[in-house]
């Protein structure tokens, strides 16, 4: 168990519909990451957040925003959702405390099915 | 950007053998390498990393190679069991506080007793 926690595990919704996912980082990490996971495309980073302000941006869609919270939780918001956004989607976390290093840990995933 | 190729994307042998698993890079900048193992319905675990001021790195079964002037990084994991059975994905960041990793494609390993 990583300590990063993802909610919710399985996702079910139609096209053109909005959904929400939410993570808790580990206790004490301060940086949160996106990431999708497809059978084509592999693990792609999409967007992290760092106390609560964006930091890098990867490939993540125009129909996709994210944000984070000042409890340090962070929400992936996915709209107007087409078949191809069908994915495994992982929320990493890591301690950022001045170093150059960047041991991410990552949750469980919430698979998101879009008919 | 950066690009990390993995090879080879599935692997099989038997237990106890050795299995190795190489990735290599393009940006010369990179200085982080960090390896993953999935299992099927998991998220991706951190087993071993290794930082570019260093050429090898050991944790019990498993070791870490990196090769700077060859921009490459192996995985080789002695004295395989069945529970090593997963998706193994390598992956590269500049490492400063908060870059993005860039993963490989994932090698799965499949160790048959």
């Known amino acids: 168990d990583s300590g990063v926690t993802q909610t919710p595990k399985h996702l079910i919704t139609a096209t053109g519909q909005r959904v929400t996912l939410r993570c808790s980082p580990r206790s004490g990490d301060l940086s949160v990451y996106w990431y999708q996971q497809s059978l084509d495309q592999g693990l792609q980073f999409l967007i992290q957040y760092y106390n609560g302000e964006e930091r890098a941006k990867g490939n993540i869609l125009e129909r996709f925003s994210a944000q984070q919270f000042p409890d340090l939780h962070s929400e992936l918001n996915l709209s107007s959702l087409e078949l191809g956004d069908s994915a495994l989607y992982f929320c990493?976390?890591?301690?950022?405390?001045?170093?150059?290093?960047?041991?991410?840990?990552f949750g469980p995933g919430t698979r998101l099915t879009v008919l | 950007g950066e690009n990390v190729e993995q090879h080879p994307s599935t692997l099989s042998v038997q237990e106890g053998d050795s299995a190795v698993i190489k990735c290599t890079y393009s940006?010369?900048?990179?200085?982080?390498f960090p390896w993953y193992k999935q299992e099927l319905g998991k998220g991706p675990q951190l087993i071993i990393d290794?930082?570019?001021?260093?050429g090898e790195k050991k944790d019990q079964r498993i070791a870490v190679t990196l090769n700077k002037t060859a921009k490459h990084f192996s995985l080789h994991i002695t004295e395989t069991q069945p529970e090593d059975s997963a998706v193994y994905f390598c992956a590269a960041s500049k490492g400063q506080a908060g870059t993005a990793l860039i993963f490989g494609k994932g090698t799965t390993l499949s160790v048959s007793s």
């Open positions: 990493a976390s890591s301690v950022i405390a001045g170093g150059p290093y960047n041991e991410q840990f």
């Open positions: 940006d010369s900048a990179s200085n982080y």
């Open positions: 290794i930082r570019s001021n260093v």
